[in-house]
């Protein structure tokens, strides 16, 4: 993809806090096996709805597709917080990663220089999957 990192962006040093309030922990512990089941439901349905998001992002040629199939993007991070290996144990780190965010879905773009290098997704967790989780 030749589309090039937008300029101007907030830049982060972390990903915003997700805050659970005392009420939701303690409903999150008595509740926990439901929860869980519920949101794993859940979570199905929704990967199987970014699946071919992502398809398309894959194939925008310009910031203009891109940004009319994921909205805007939130806010930038230093690429030195992301990395990946190519089974030669070295980690290759991108300059800087945009996110962007629709609903719980989150795409990051890596870049390395002024090009895509990848792209990473994954759901948000919600204040409940973490109010559920075994402490």
């Not at 993809?1 to 972390?14: F, K, V």
């Not at 805050?19 to 990967?47: C, D, N, T, Y």
């Not at 994921?70 to 991108?94: C, D, I, K, W």
């Amino acid at each position: 993809m030749a589309i090039q990192p937008r300029i101007g962006l907030e830049l982060r040093s972390e990903r915003p806090a997700i805050i659970v309030s005392p009420w939701q922990r303690l409903l999150g512990r008595l509740l926990r096996r439901f929860i869980l089941q519920r949101i794993e439901s859940q979570r199905a349905k929704e990967w199987a709805r970014l699946k071919p998001l992502l398809a398309l992002a894959r194939k925008c040629s310009n910031r203009d597709e891109l940004e009319s199939l994921l909205g805007a993007p939130r806010y930038a991070m230093h690429g030195e917080l992301f990395g990946t290996s190519h089974g030669n144990s070295q980690v290759e780190h991108p300059d800087l990663v945009e996110v962007y965010e629709i609903g719980r879905y989150v795409v990051e773009l890596w870049f390395k220089g002024e090009r895509i290098w990848s792209l990473a997704s994954y759901l948000a967790l919600s204040p409940w999957e973490i109010a559920a989780l075994p402490r």
